[in-house]
T-cell receptor
Framework: DAGITQSPRHKVTETGTPVTLRCHQT?????MYWYRQDPGHGLRLIHY???????DKGEVSDGYSVSRSKTEDFLLTLESATSSQTSVYFC????????????FGDGTRLSIL | GQQLNQSPQSMFIQEGEDVSMNCTSS?????WLWYKQDPGEGPVLLIA?????ELTSNGRLTAQFGITRKDSFLNISASIPSDVGIYFC??????????????FGKGTHLIIQP
């Protein structure tokens, strides 16, 4: 496995509160990603990072921000959580090099009441 | 945005049967990947395809990258109980591991009946 740790694994919070999810990788991978998984939608890309302090938006980026101050850590922040952001969030990392695809963490289950 | 149409949505099969699932896209992809997800875990990579027409095997699994670059299929031979799970196809415009992120199908839920 790629050595990806997500924290927390589960979180329940209220609408309007800020939430930060953390992804930590020990593989020195250049690229890191945040996806959300919802029934009937598969996994959808939220944001990704191609280096320290270098990030870009994915398909479903509205309402989310990210930061990457170190190679090994990628943070996903919901500034003011809404019920529509209840989901399972997966982090992935990769080298971006041919023949070395992304590997995923075990997910964070976030419930917003 | 890009979409991958994965079928079937679910499959109910008997142990020992062969399984086939596929993904199609209206856009060209340069990388096709197949992942399996077990409950409570993240997707795990099964097979990666990087070249149009490529046919790759991993044990009882075989996958092909369509010649048009718009489709891929995954076959599982002689299914066993541990094959139960959700299978996802994923594609990327990049020839590498998907540096700009992956587009996923909605998954095929494989259920094996005793």
């Amino acid at each position: 496995d790629a050595g990806i740790t997500q924290s927390p694994r589960h979180k329940v919070t209220e609408t309007g509160t800020p939430v930060t999810l953390r992804c930590h990788q020990t593989e020195n991978h250049r690229y890191m990603y945040w996806y959300r998984q919802d029934p009937g939608h598969g996994l959808r890309l939220i944001h990704y990072s191609y280096g320290v302090k270098d990030t870009d938006k994915g398909e479903v980026s509205d309402g989310y921000s990210v930061s990457r101050s170190k190679t090994e850590d990628f943070l996903l922040t919901l500034e003011s959580a809404t019920s529509s952001q209840t989901s399972v969030y997966f982090c992935a990392s990769g080298t971006g090099v041919p023949n070395q695809p992304q590997h995923f963490g075990d997910g964070t289950r976030l419930s917003i009441l | 945005g890009q979409q991958l149409n994965q079928s079937p949505q679910s499959m109910f099969i008997q142990e020992g049967e062969d399984v086939s699932m596929n993904c199609t896209s209206s856009s060209i992809f340069n990388t096709w990947l197949w992942y399996k997800q077990d409950p409570g875990e993240g997707p795990v990579l099964l097979i990666a395809l990087y070249k149009a027409g490529e046919l790759t095997s991993n044990g009882r699994l075989t996958a092909q990258f369509g010649i048009t670059r718009k489709d891929s299929f995954l076959n599982i031979s002689a299914s066993i109980p541990s094959d139960v799970g959700i299978y996802f196809c994923a594609g990327s415009m990049y020839s590498g591991g998907g540096a700009d992120g992956l587009t996923f199908g909605k998954g095929t839920h494989l259920i094996i009946q005793p």
